[in-house]
Nanobody, 126 residues
Framework: QLQLAESGGGSVKSGGSLRLSCTGSGSMAAICSMAWFRQAAGKERELVAKIYSDDGLTVYADSVKGRFTISQDNVEDTVYLQMDNLKPEDTAVYSC???????????????????WGQGTQVTVSS
């Protein structure tokens, strides 16, 4: 089994910072990408950032570019999301996700993240 657990959420004021952590347990060797998603109340879930496990390539949503940084520690099986200059519109439940390579072609399909953490609430007040 593979499980993900997030931590680090909380409440901060506008302009503040938080660092989210997501630690995997179980069979993590086949993970090719991990990502952070968020879902604000009444809104659709959106990709915040993703990172490819082998080379560390990162992709960010335009709304967080320059403010958020995703990073990974493969030894600790942990991915982080450093969030700086937080804004009220960043308020959401943040979830960690992971995907494994496809068995047939060895592809990393980041359109279908398979494993998810329980989510952690981030609240930013004005």
């Amino acid at each position: 089994q593979l499980q993900l657990a997030e931590s680090g959420g909380g409440s901060v004021k506008s302009g503040g910072s938080l660092r989210l952590s997501c630690t995997g347990s179980g069979s993590m060797a086949a993970i090719c990408s991990m990502a952070w998603f968020r879902q604000a109340a009444g809104k659709e879930r959106e990709l915040v950032a993703k990172i490819y496990s082998d080379d560390g390539l990162t992709v960010y949503a335009d709304s967080v570019k320059g403010r958020f940084t995703i990073s990974q520690d493969n030894v600790e099986d942990t991915v982080y999301l450093q969030m700086d200059n937080l804004k009220p519109e960043d308020t959401a439940v943040y979830s960690c996700a992971a995907v494994t390579v496809t068995k047939l072609h060895g592809l990393c399909n980041t359109a279908v993240y398979k494993y998810w953490g329980q989510g952690t609430q981030v609240t930013v007040s004005s």
